[in-house]
Nanobody
């Protein structure tokens, strides 16, 4: 089992930045790819970004490409999402997730473990 805890959400004005963190505990000896998803009120959960265990490969949704950066800490058990040039449409609850596959997935159903989420609100 892996437990994931997100932090770093908050309220920011459009054009601002936030850095989300996701700390893993439990069976962190396994090599998990990690992903960030978000869910706005009344909408389905959508893929944001993913990174391989080594950090050597990343993938982004078109809506955040060039604005968001996913990275891993040196110990591999922490994952970050740096969000720049935030827009009101980025407002959502952001979740991190762990995937035992070595292939990056964009589908929520392919991920094995989930955090509780952190709220990001971007005001116009």
């Amino acid at each position: 089992q892996v437990q994931l805890v997100e932090s770093g959400g908050g309220l920011v004005q459009a054009g601002g930045s936030l850095r989300l963190s996701c700390a893993a505990s439990g069976r962190t000896d396994s090599r998990y790819a990690m992903g960030w998803f978000r869910q706005a009120p009344g909408k389905e959960r959508e893929f944001v970004a993913a990174i391989t265990w080594s950090g050597g490969a990343t993938y982004y949704a078109d809506s955040v490409k060039g604005r968001f950066t996913i990275s891993r800490g040196n110990a591999k058990i922490t994952v970050y999402l740096q969000m720049n040039s935030l827009k009101p449409e980025d407002t959502a609850v952001y979740y991190c997730a762990a995937d035992k596959s070595i292939v990056l997935h964009t589908t929520a159903g392919r991920y094995d473990y989930w955090g509780q989420g952190t709220q990001v609100t971007v005001s116009s």
